[in-house]
């Protein structure tokens, strides 16, 4: 059952308003919901209208059998991932993961930000994953879905105890993150970078601050992330920059700025990927131009159909992270030729994989039997 939507025209309601350090301003019902709920006006106050509260977030148990999951996707350079978390406190407005919540029941608005859950068991459970015999060792992607050293680490340590099985296992792992956390773990990083175990890419989508505060809130700073490359690549770590999203008319302008200062920062690699906009997230991020950048609204979502053959979403693959057409175009070659300018990307870094070592895992207890042993 739908509930149709309802307003009275004499009483029209107040737009929104997110809440600070939040992204997302709506919480609508996630697609696979047998119902979906609307706008109702009773005459009441609403929540918006002079609610005081302050929304905190929940921390929630995934009990996970597995943490290591596959993908056939052509358009990523890995085949093997681990995501500690479900949903994101960071509250990128951008975060492709969002529509993900819809599998939980959830909102993939303010629930995504606020209703986390996290895998307690995920170190023990990788050890027994690496230990089967017939595990064949590839690197591993941490943290590709949601960022696996957002906030809410700091209190679990979820994503260091990962790290150390890698460490002990000597098995290859990449990442991508924005968070300056990650610097917490220099010592595990630099320990596997010895052996060519590991590869760090910080996501950096625009050295604006006050741009950065709106679409990530709850990020580190541009310059914060700049001085974790910084830190990074001092300790022997190899690091890149992720310009992603790339958003039109609101921070493709900034493409070789980025570059040029993670370059002076130690990145040897750079990359980008267009704003992706799949399921309930083209809803979400429509809202956030309308109450941050409403003269620039139309013209963001008209180049990004020109790019998406004439939607605001392409998931095909070889098309989904770049686009297509001539806007596309010249993002490929502004980052090839500031990438070549500038010296990155000059080597593909292919880790190794010949140093992995399994795991030494405790045997189950075995169940109790009747039968009597015969020694």
Known sequence: ??????????????APQAQRGRGAALRPDGRFLDWQRGDFDDGWPGEDEGSEGKLRTELLVDRAKTVITSNTSPDVGFNRSINPYRGCEHGCIYCFARPSHAYLDLSPGLDFETKLFWKPEAASLLRRELARPGYRCEPIALGINTDAWQPVERRTGLTRQILQVMVET???????TKSALIERDIDLLADLARDNLVQVMLSITTLDDDLARRLEP????????????RRLSDAGIPVGVLCAPLIPALNDH?????????????????GYVLLRLPYELKELFAEWLQRHAPGKARHVMSLLAAMRGGKANDARFGHRMRGEGVYAELYRQRLHRTSERLGLNRHRRVLDSGLFRPPAVDAPPKAPSPQMDLF
């Open 170 to 176: 000597r098995h290859p792992v990449s990442m991508i």
């Open 1 to 14: 059952m739908t509930v149709q939507n309802y307003r009275k025209p004499e009483r029209p309601q107040a």
């Open 254 to 270: 900034e493409l070789e700025a980025v570059l040029e200062a993670a370059h002076a920062h130690g990145a040897e690699t750079a």
């Open 218 to 229: 709850r990020a580190a700073r541009p310059a914060r992330r700049l001085e974790t490359l």
